[in-house]
């Protein structure tokens, strides 16, 4: 009895154990965690609406994978303000953490750049690169006033202080940066107590490697642990049409196509016809005033350069005796040192690029001018005009009191002489009245 309860209570026991083993997962049908997944996209630019815009795209697509975290590897000399706050905006609200990185080796985030690098919520620099220099200067390139160039900086050194206060780094120099363009090396921003950057790394394995477990404070005030080990990192490169448009939004590019575009366009004029000119002329006009319409344009420069090419398309009709080419030269080379009115120097238009686009525009068209002024002194070609001076054949003699014929470009003329001249003579032609040729010996 009591083996066959034994049994029994075995049996029930080795029952339950499977039924158990049976409702429980094995270990391959565990799920298996998904790798983190890193958008990663490179800024090598200015910072201008076309970046800008490829940067908050960027953020947008980042937030909407519900990426662990996004790099922005940057290289900068600086940028315009607006599309700088614009960028800054959009990271402080994005849902995914943001990391700012300086590299490779050599590389610098000056000026507006800085000014991302405090808004990160990872800022991190490789060896060899600088960070800072964030003084704002006056648009055109001038110097400000005593009380502008103060409020300027006042505006920026507070939004500076206000990033890095709310991102716990260091305040003091973030405003030393604005204030006093002072500048600061990888070593230097991290040693500083609190740091300005909170990784040095030589590369962006290597930052994610740093990364890895880290507590980052976000700007609302929430943390959140970085799980970048193993991860999948996925790169976000410009679209073609951003990147033609940051090709040609760079201030060179849209005065050169500025300059192609007018001088066809002339040339087309002054050669009705040409038809070449005027199309080069004509599609490189319509990039710069898209580029152009992308950057901060003094239109007191767009003036000066139109009257620029005025005075030398005058020059044609009017003698001045070189006067009106030089207003031109001058015009051209006063409007477009103001055509980009912008705080970053690396959008300003720079002399050394200036001056051999203007000179060989203005030579250019004084070429143009004195080919045209020739043109006009050449004896006409066609009509009854254009018979004086020519050379051709008696075929009969000729005389004061005796009309002949002569042979001229294929044609019979009648003709007349103030002396003899025997058949198969050459004569000159002097005038005609009529039908009639006045001729002369050869």
């Known amino acids: 009895m009591n083996s066959r309860c034994a049994r029994r209570a075995a049996g029930l026991l080795f029952a339950l154990t499977g039924a158990l083993m049976w409702t429980l997962p094995s270990s391959a049908q565990r799920p298996v965690p998904a790798a983190p997944l890193i958008y990663s996209a490179e800024v090598d630019s200015v910072i201008q609406p076309v970046s800008a815009e490829y940067m908050t795209a960027t953020i947008d697509r980042a937030d909407a994978a519900h990426a662990a975290l996004l790099v922005f590897t940057l290289r900068t000399p600086g940028g315009l303000v607006d599309s700088t706050r614009a960028v800054v905006t959009h990271m402080l609200a994005a849902k995914t953490p943001i990391a700012v990185f300086v590299a490779p080796a050599g590389a610098r985030a000056a000026s507006a750049g800085f000014i991302l690098i405090l808004a990160s919520d990872v800022a991190a620099m490789a060896p060899g690169t600088h960070i800072g220099a964030a003084h704002p200067v006056a648009g055109g390139g001038e110097q400000m006033d005593e009380t502008m160039a103060k409020k300027a900086a006042q505006d920026v050194a507070a939004y500076a202080r206000t990033l890095a206060e709310k991102r716990h780094r260091n305040v003091a120099l973030a405003e030393q940066a604005v204030n006093d363009s002072r500048a600061f090396t990888d070593e230097e921003a991290l040693a500083a107590s609190p740091a300005l950057v909170d990784v040095v790394a030589p590369d962006l394995s290597g930052l994610l490697q740093q990364l890895d477990g880290r507590t980052i404070a976000r700007f609302d005030g929430s943390s959140s642990v970085l799980r970048t080990a193993n991860a999948q990192v996925v790169t976000i490169e410009m679209t073609m049409r951003q990147r033609v448009l940051s090709a040609i939004a760079h201030p060179n590019i849209a005065y050169l196509l500025l300059s192609i575009g007018m001088l066809g366009l002339t040339i087309e004029l002054w050669t009705p016809g040409a038809v070449l000119p005027g199309v080069v002329g004509g599609v ?159």
Do not use: C, H
């Open 284 to 442: 490189s006009l319509l990039l710069a005033f898209f580029a152009l319409s992308l950057l901060p344009v003094n239109y007191a420069g767009l003036l000066l350069i139109m009257l620029g090419l005025l005075l030398f398309a005058l020059e044609i009709k009017v003698t001045s005796y070189g006067l009106l080419t030089v207003g031109g030269i001058t015009s051209l080379v006063l409007g477009s040192m103001i055509l980009i009115d912008s705080s970053a120097p690396d959008l300003r238009l720079s002399l050394r690029f200036v001056l051999p686009v203007v000179i060989g525009f203005a030579g250019i068209a004084i070429l143009l001018v004195r080919l045209a002024v020739a043109a006009q002194r050449l004896p006409p070609a066609t009509g009854a005009t254009a018979m004086i001076g020519q050379i051709g054949e008696a075929m009969t003699p000729i005389g004061p009191d005796q009309i002949g014929s002569v042979a001229i470009r294929g044609e019979i003329w009648q003709a007349t002489a103030g002396e003899s001249i025997p058949e198969r003579a050459q004569v000159r032609v002097t005038d005609i009245r009529g039908l009639t040729l006045t001729v002369r010996l050869q």
